[in-house]
């Protein structure tokens, strides 16, 4: 699919701000933040953008492309080629062209140990104010905040594991944030980029350069540290590195997308050490998070969303908290070109991709619905299943029936069936009060919804 020059230049504004808030607190931001856009072609199909700078290394150049492709889908439909031109010397232009996989990097220089190691600058926003904490992550903000106030001393290290876009990186953020004004020597980047960094040292010969850089760290925070899989060599290197720092009581801050343990091809050393802290995990957002996240961010902006509108977009935009992040901007952008109100009608026509592209729920099945009531309640599949009717058995059992209804096919009769033989009324009486409750209790409310989300989950 292809687009005319007015639809995509058009679109622009609208592209480009919701690239930067998909990269906020990524290494890309900033590179996105001095590109401009060129021109674009309609007859190649391709997008042409301009970086301030000299050069864009291969792990920024496909950054870059995956990012602003990615924004391209969700605002038009599509996703045309990037091809990025980096100038602004003295020397001359300096261009790297992107195609739709593999960046193709003219220069294929790492970069510098100081360029590596210099303290990163905090993306705005990007700080203890701005997060919104919720059940799903109250846990991690209170050790992320306690770690900020007592580095090397409260949890070392700190290990936040979790999803894509739920705010790791937010947090990892905001401990920089606050640790800046007292720590000069701050060290944060992603794994990747350290990876990169690393086997460019080890070709051109100055390992000992970088490792007595990064050594020299007040603090040491990375990103997505489960890009050391099966990289034995870079593991070696951060063993060290970690040893080192760890000994001088040094703050070590490591954000996973899952635990240690879960890391395929992780040395067990570094398994154990990961473990030598605290580790927390970041959820999916409860219904109630969802929203007053859309509400922070439209306030943010000076964006009055209403309430029907926060509603469809909590209801619609579950797990990833960037991408509701991402569908603001999106709507405030369809608003503002369009010179039309925000509405419901309005946010359908912003995230018709979005929307209409939602994974159709698994077949759920209720022996799994069992298992996972009973490990949350800490009682026996058989006592659940049974007639005794003990008030710690009751509740249980009529939550099970309860998502028993509301995630299977299965008639009142059949679930009665299923739970020890019981009339089609007594699964109806149960489905009722805990329905009845849920208005009333957020806590049962958000328990529910994580049971849900659990279910759901695609099995690997």
């Not at 193709?104 to 303290?119: K, P, Q, W």
């Not at 635990?259 to 957002?285: C, M, Q, T, Y």
């Not at 209720?366 to 058989?382: A, G, L, P, S």
Request: aromatic share 6%; charged share 25%.
């Amino acid at each position: 699919m292809s687009a005319t020059n007015g639809d995509v230049l058009g679109q622009w504004p609208a592209i480009e701000e919701l690239a930067l808030t998909r990269s906020r607190g990524l290494p890309v931001h900033e590179i996105l933040r001095n590109a401009k856009l060129s021109a674009y072609d309609a007859e190649l199909d391709t997008l042409k953008l301009t970086v301030r700078g000299d050069k864009l290394n291969k792990s920024e150049a496909e950054s870059l492309r995956t990012c602003v492709a990615k924004a391209c889908y969700q605002v038009l439909g599509f996703q045309p080629r990037l091809e990025v031109s980096t100038g602004g010397s003295a020397s001359g232009d300096h261009e790297v062209k992107v195609s739709a996989n593999v960046p193709n990097v003219s220069s294929t220089s790492a970069g510098t140990d100081e360029d590596f190691l210099t303290s990163k600058k905090i993306p705005a926003g990007a700080d203890f104010g701005h997060f919104v904490v919720g059940p799903s992550n109250q846990l991690a903000c209170a050790a992320a905040q306690a770690v900020a106030e007592n580095p090397g001393k409260a949890y070392n290290p700190l290990f936040i594991h979790g999803g894509v876009g739920l705010g790791k990186t937010h947090l990892l953020n905001a401990i920089a944030s606050r640790l800046l004004p007292r720590m000069p020597k701050i060290r944060m980047i992603s794994c990747e980029e350290f990876v990169n960094r690393f086997v460019s040292a080890l070709k051109n010969g100055t390992v000992e350069a970088l490792r007595h850089d990064l050594r020299d760290s007040d603090a040491l925070l990375i990103d997505d540290i489960h890009f050391l899989a099966g990289k034995e060599q870079t593991q070696e290197e951060f063993f060290h590195t970690f040893n080192h720092l760890y000994q001088l009581g040094k703050q070590i801050v490591l954000t996973s997308d899952s635990l240690p343990r879960d890391i395929p091809n992780l040395e067990d050393r570094l398994i154990s050490r990961f473990h030598w802290g605290l580790a927390v995990k970041v959820e999916p957002p409860c219904t109630e998070t969802r929203m007053a996240i859309v509400r922070k961010k439209a306030e943010l902006r000076g964006i009055d969303v209403p309430d029907e509108v926060v509603h469809f977009l909590a209801d619609n935009i579950v797990t990833n908290v960037r991408e509701l992040e991402g569908a603001v901007v999106q709507i405030a952008a369809l608003s503002s070109m369009s010179s039309k109100p925000i509405t419901l009608q309005l946010a359908h026509e912003a995230l018709r991709h979005l929307v209409k592209s939602k994974p159709t729920p698994a077949r759920i099945a209720t022996d799994d619905i069992i298992d996972v009531v009973c490990e949350h309640y800490n009682v026996r599949m058989n006592d659940l299943l049974s007639q005794r009717r003990t008030k710690n058995l009751a509740f249980p059992r009529h939550v099970a029936m309860f998502l028993t209804k509301e995630l299977t096919q299965l008639t009142l009769t059949e679930i009665g069936s299923f739970f020890g033989g019981r009339d089609h009324s007594t699964v109806l009486h149960a489905i009722n009060k805990i329905k009845g409750l849920r208005l009333k209790d957020t806590d049962l409310r958000n328990e529910l919804e994580r049971f849900e989300l659990q279910l759901r989950r695609p099995v690997n």
